[in-house]
């Protein structure tokens, strides 16, 4: 496996914007999808964007349009650009390489994550 590291996370108030950032740990690797994911208190992990190779991208619907998932290729990192936050989206952030939009995601090697704590 190849570990990720998440990063960029804080609190902020309602409205404001926040960039997350995912990089490989201890060595690169090849990717064909990433994605972005959250935890929130009480609530099941979901996923809420991915993007391929191809550039091709999804989003949950909760966050279409506010958050835009990216990436550098050069240096192999993963962004989550938040803008327009709301309480709601107070989560634990995550990243892997996978493509996977709502609950249930099937996969087990999740590093630490980042805390988005948005308040009203």
């Known amino acids: 496996q190849v570990p990720l590291v998440e990063s960029g996370g804080g609190s902020v108030q309602a409205g404001g914007s926040l960039r997350l950032s995912c990089v490989a740990s201890?060595?690169?690797?090849?990717?064909?999808?990433m994605g972005w994911f959250r935890q929130a208190p009480g609530k099941e992990r979901e996923g809420v964007a991915c993007?391929?190779?191809?550039?091709?991208?999804a989003y949950a619907d909760s966050v279409k349009g506010r958050f835009t998932i990216s990436e550098d290729n050069a240096q192999n990192t993963l962004y989550l650009q938040m803008n327009n936050l709301t309480p709601e989206d107070t989560a634990m952030y995550y990243c892997?390489?996978?493509?996977?939009?709502?609950?249930?995601?099937?996969?087990?090697?999740w590093g630490q994550g980042t805390q988005v704590t948005v308040s009203s």
């Open positions: 201890g060595h690169t690797s090849t990717w064909s999808f």
């Open positions: 892997a390489p996978v493509c996977w939009i709502g609950p249930r995601v099937k996969y087990n090697f």
């Open positions: 993007i391929t190779r191809l550039g091709s991208t």
